[in-house]
């Protein structure tokens, strides 16, 4: 019984479309991330919320827009998506946003053709 | 620049032999997370350290913050230990979780 849950598992999309990443966590947790796993490279991290708050971003492209309608929800909103940004997006969520446990969903595998 | 150095990259093992994953911080990290990727993608957390060893069940797993290393010991292995194994830290002086991954280690193991 998934306790965060990701939709769509998969999803295969056109260069320069755009799409929506749902994320949504049952764990009670107050922080989520979004983490981004490519092919040959390791993860990583892309955002953190907490409250529904951005605490920090590393992802350089303004494309990438998190929306948190809910506490338990964190959205990924990818614009003029290009092959590059295929890749398995995962989110996360933890307890607080500082020394403590990660806890992932099972992914979005992204192919941008 | 690199924060994690993960080793080895790949490892074979036996069912019922053990081995050891290590990882070396470049920073000081004050946090280490051991996870295990199963073949369907998913990551599973096994351990969370802010230092010294914690053990579950055949994983035992220790984080050494003043020398910057971490280890995952595998003992008894099993076919369901099959998967790639990452560590991952966060940085002493990130104000908020940020875990950095290490490369990870792709295990195999066999009868």
């Known amino acids: 019984d998934p306790k965060i849950i990701q939709k769509p598992k998969y999803l295969v999309a056109v260069t320069g479309s755009e799409k929506i990443l749902i994320c949504e966590q049952y764990?009670?947790?107050?922080?989520m991330y979004w983490y981004r796993q490519s092919a040959k490279k390791p993860l990583e991290f892309m955002f953190s919320y907490s409250y529904q708050k951005l605490m920090d971003n590393q992802t350089a492209s303004s494309r990438f827009q998190p929306q948190s309608s809910k506490k338990n929800h964190l959205d990924l909103q990818i614009t003029a998506l290009k092959p590059d940004d295929s890749a398995t997006y995962f989110c996360?969520?933890?307890?607080?946003?500082?020394?403590?446990?990660?806890?992932f969903g099972h992914g979005t595998k992204l192919s941008v053709l | 620049g690199d924060q994690v150095e993960q080793s080895p990259s790949a490892l074979s093992l036996h069912e019922g032999t053990g081995s050891a994953l290590r990882c070396n911080f470049t920073?000081?990290?004050?946090?280490v997370q051991w996870f295990q990727q199963n073949s369907r993608g998913s990551l599973i957390n096994l351990f969370y350290?802010?230092?010294g060893t914690k053990e579950n069940g055949r994983l035992k797993s220790t984080f050494n913050s003043k020398e910057s290393y971490s280890t995952l010991h595998i003992r008894d292995a099993q076919l369901e230990d099959s998967g790639t194994y990452f560590c991952?830290?966060?940085?002493?002086?990130?104000?908020?979780?940020?875990?950095?991954f290490g490369q990870g280690t792709s295990l195999s193991v066999v009868p």
């Open positions: 764990l009670g947790h107050n922080a």
């Open positions: 920073t000081t990290m004050r946090a």
């Open positions: 350290l802010a230092s």
């Open positions: 991952a830290a966060e940085a002493a002086s990130s104000s908020f979780s940020k875990l950095v």
């Open positions: 996360a969520s933890s307890a607080g946003v500082s020394n403590e446990r990660l806890f």
